[in-house]
């Protein structure tokens, strides 16, 4: 059975930073992209980038380049999401997501809610 | 990149068949066959409902279809149900990178 299961929720200070990840199992894990999705309080769902575990190649959405950090781990079938120093605007739920090829998400985490508050 | 245009909400009785538009330009939607849509309940993660145009996964009821004209795509939902009542997102590639929709809140009357 393919499983995303995700870190828990996290609550930050502006400024901080914080690595978020999503632990597989079921399948090829170097295999599949895998990727994230934003969605903030009350908005809709926002394609951040992914990672070909297989050869890190990592492809990210012009709006987050520069703003969040993808990687992935082949040894315990993780990815993460990392930011350097995080905003207000950051809080959001954030989603990974199984590739189905690199143009689609078959299999979702359960979501990872981030705020940021001072 | 701006995202595809959704309409914000679309109603039907249970039964009925319901169609949601996802508009894009030539440079997403209409340059590939990679549209996907995405079925969210509320405090739930999406789910893929069509995939790379008209394709169903595995386990999605038959009566959710998918299809492309030019740059606008559209999910078709026929024979509406109570559970059908969710948001929906579309999602098109764009080179290498995806857009998805606005997003669009289906209600059953």
């Known amino acids: 059975e393919v499983q995303l299961v995700q870190s828990g929720a996290e609550v930050k200070k502006p400024g901080e930073s914080l690595k978020i990840s999503c632990k597989t199992s079921?399948?090829?894990?170097?295999?599949?992209?895998i990727g994230w999705v934003r969605q903030m309080p009350g908005k809709g769902l926002e394609w951040m980038g992914i990672?070909?575990?297989?050869?890190?190649?990592?492809r990210y959405s012009p709006s987050f380049q520069g703003q969040v950090t993808i990687s992935a781990d082949k040894s315990i079938s993780t990815a993460y999401l990392r930011w350097n120093s995080l905003k207000a605007s950051d809080t959001a739920m954030y989603y990974c997501?199984?590739?189905?090829?690199?143009?689609?998400?078959?299999?979702w985490g359960q979501g990872t809610l981030v705020t940021v508050s001072s | 990149q701006s995202a595809l245009t959704q309409p914000a909400s679309v109603s039907g009785s249970p039964g009925q068949s319901i169609t949601i538009s996802c508009t894009g330009t030539?440079?997403?939607?209409?340059?590939?066959?990679?549209v996907s849509w995405y079925q969210q309940h509320p405090g739930k993660a999406p789910k893929v409902m069509i995939y790379?145009?008209?394709n169903r996964p595995s386990g999605v009821p038959d009566r959710f279809s998918g299809s492309k004209s030019g740059n606008t795509a559209s999910l078709t939902i026929s024979g509406l149900q109570a559970e059908d009542e969710a948001d929906y997102y579309c999602?098109?590639?764009?080179?290498?990178?995806?857009?998805f929709g606005t997003g669009t809140k289906v209600t059953v009357l």
């Open positions: 997501a199984r590739g189905r090829g690199s143009t689609s998400f078959d299999y």
């Open positions: 079921g399948y090829s894990f170097s295999s599949y992209w």
């Open positions: 990672i070909y575990p297989g050869d890190s190649d990592t």
């Open positions: 030539s440079s997403d939607v209409g340059g590939y066959n990679y």
């Open positions: 790379d145009v008209n």
């Open positions: 999602s098109s590639y764009t080179t290498s990178s995806t857009l």
